[in-house]
Nanobody, 121 residues
Framework: QVQLVESGGGLVQPGGSLRLSCAAS????????MGWYRQAPGNERELVASIIDGGPINYADSVKGRFTISRDNAKNTVYLQMNSLKPEDTAVYYC???????????????WGQGTQVTVSS
């Protein structure tokens, strides 16, 4: 069984910063990619940033230059540093990972429970 546990959400004023963390644990053989999605009320879930093992980093256009994704492979942890936050960044942020639980399984997607980020004065 695999778990993704997020932390670091909260309330912040416009222009402020937050850092989200997500640690993957359990029966993990290898992680292909990790990242963050977000979903605001009434909106579809959207990709915020992703980091592929040995591959590219992708950002949504709306967060480029403000958010930075990073990963600690030894800890199976992904981070999202969010700077210059805007009210429109308010959403539930979900951690995501695509991984194998053994050498014989295919890649599967896993999700965290979500953490609320609210940007408001």
């Amino acid at each position: 069984q695999v778990q993704l546990v997020e932390s670091g959400g909260g309330l912040v004023q416009p222009g402020g910063s937050l850092r989200l963390s997500c640690a993957a644990s359990g029966s993990i053989f290898s992680i292909n990619a990790m990242g963050w999605y977000r979903q605001a009320p009434g909106n579809e879930r959207e990709l915020v940033a992703s980091i592929i093992d040995g591959g590219p980093i992708n950002y949504a256009d709306s967060v480029k230059g403000r958010f930075t994704i990073s990963r600690d492979n030894a800890k199976n942890t992904v981070y999202l540093q969010m700077n210059s936050l805007k009210p429109e960044d308010t959403a539930v942020y979900y951690c995501w990972a695509t991984l194998r639980t053994s050498a014989y399984t295919t890649l599967q997607n896993y999700w965290g429970q979500g953490t609320q980020v609210t940007v408001s004065s």
